[in-house]
């Protein structure tokens, strides 16, 4: 199993970004996927997760309304995104699946 994110990098106040996540090494249709965040000096959280199929999202509280999740089963690929962003969405930002997680990839919002 191979998770690779991308898509992070510096943004101001309000912009918006799109992380993408490339699967590979299982059956991508079949599986529910996650998108979670490390902040400096805190605990891995959860952010949002699709279904399978794409007919269910859910979002943490902190993001919701402003991040959108979904997936291309063509591509093998998860996404999500992030508008009005603000300066607590600093994180590095993982793709999860099945006990695997991705390296992660930065998003700095800073003015």
């Known amino acids: 199993v191979q998770l690779v994110e991308s898509g992070g990098g510096l943004v101001q106040p309000g912009g918006s970004l799109r992380l993408s996540c490339a699967a590979s090494?299982?059956?991508?249709?079949?599986?529910?996927m996650r998108w979670y965040r490390q902040a400096p000096g805190k605990e891995r959280e959860w952010v949002a997760d699709?279904?399978?199929?794409?007919?269910?999202?859910n979002y943490a509280d902190s993001v919701k309304g402003r991040f959108t999740i979904s997936r291309d089963n063509a591509k093998n690929t998860v996404f999500l995104q992030m508008n009005n962003l603000k300066y607590e969405d600093t994180a590095v930002y993982y793709c999860?699946?099945?006990?695997?997680w991705g390296q992660g990839t930065q998003v700095t919002v800073s003015s």
């Open positions: 999860y699946t099945i006990g695997y």
């Open positions: 699709i279904t399978r199929g794409g007919g269910t999202t």
């Open positions: 090494g299982f059956t991508f249709s079949s599986y529910t």
